[in-house]
């Protein structure tokens, strides 16, 4: 009697451990990955886009040096890059709004000029000065301390499709996208963090999102002599190395 009720409690232990040890082995080892097909005339980012996820972690996962990519070639799409969930908000929230792709013509990158702030706070400021929209970008990033660190905030004027005023010129204001880091950049440098979700969001919106000819730039290459946004050590060279900007 005892010697088979030592077995059958042996066996329902190993059993539970068993099962205990398969769960993180199937459900904690990147579940959403897929594969895709590259198809004639798709671009890594046209593809990341698809997919929700950044170019640089296709680029990652697939241990690609440059964004050459030939049809027929087998693709994995990272399931859970951190990126992706960074901007995974953004996509969901454009879902539901008819962008005009051929009205946007730039993208222009800010800092705020200080550490406090998110996109609400810097809503309320902007009122204040009499600006009838509110938030004068359409998105902020922040820097992990009135926001999460590299969380991408999503202003009205992005849902509604709304002129910017965040920049001198009025034609850049009226067709371009005005995305602010938090932060004072000309103390610091923006955090990894901070720029990758950046970076995310301008592949994405250069990605479907914009006019093909559109033009990425910061706001003191918009505003020469009034403006040091986005900071002296905003990372100006790894901005025109990776978007192949003169
Ligand atoms: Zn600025």
Not at 201 to 216: E, F, I, S, Y
Request: charged share 25%.
């Amino acid at each position: 009697m005892n010697f088979p009720r030592r077995q059958f409690l042996q066996n329902s232990l190993l059993a539970t451990a068993g099962w205990m040890l398969a769960g993180p082995a199937l459900f904690g080892a990147s579940p959403r990955e897929i594969t895709y097909r590259v198809r004639k005339g798709d671009t890594l980012s046209s593809i990341a886009s698809q997919h929700g996820v950044s170019v640089a972690d296709l680029q990652k996962r697939n241990r690609l040096k440059g964004d050459r990519i030939l049809a027929g070639q087998k693709l994995v799409i990272p399931g859970e890059a951190a990126n992706a969930l960074a901007i995974a908000p953004v996509i969901a929230a454009t879902k539901s709004i008819h962008v005009d792709h051929d009205r946007w013509r730039y993208i222009v990158i800010h800092h705020s000029g200080i550490e406090d702030g998110n996109a609400k706070a810097y809503d309320a400021g902007h009122r204040r000065r009499g600006m009838e929209h509110g938030l004068a970008y359409h998105f902020v990033i922040g820097n992990g301390r009135d926001s999460g660190e590299g969380e991408i905030e999503i202003g009205p004027r992005w849902t509604q499709q709304l002129r910017g005023g965040h920049v001198r010129k009025t034609e850049v204001n009226n067709t371009g996208i005005g995305i602010c880091l938090v932060g004072n950049f000309e103390k610091r440098r923006p955090s990894a963090k901070q720029l990758a979700a950046a970076f995310d969001l301008v592949d994405w919106l250069r990605a479907g999102q914009v006019h093909p000819k559109h033009t990425l730039t910061v706001h003191r290459w918009v505003d020469r002599n009034h403006t040091v946004c986005p900071g002296r050590h905003f990372p100006f060279t790894t901005l025109k190395r990776r978007y192949r900007l003169t």
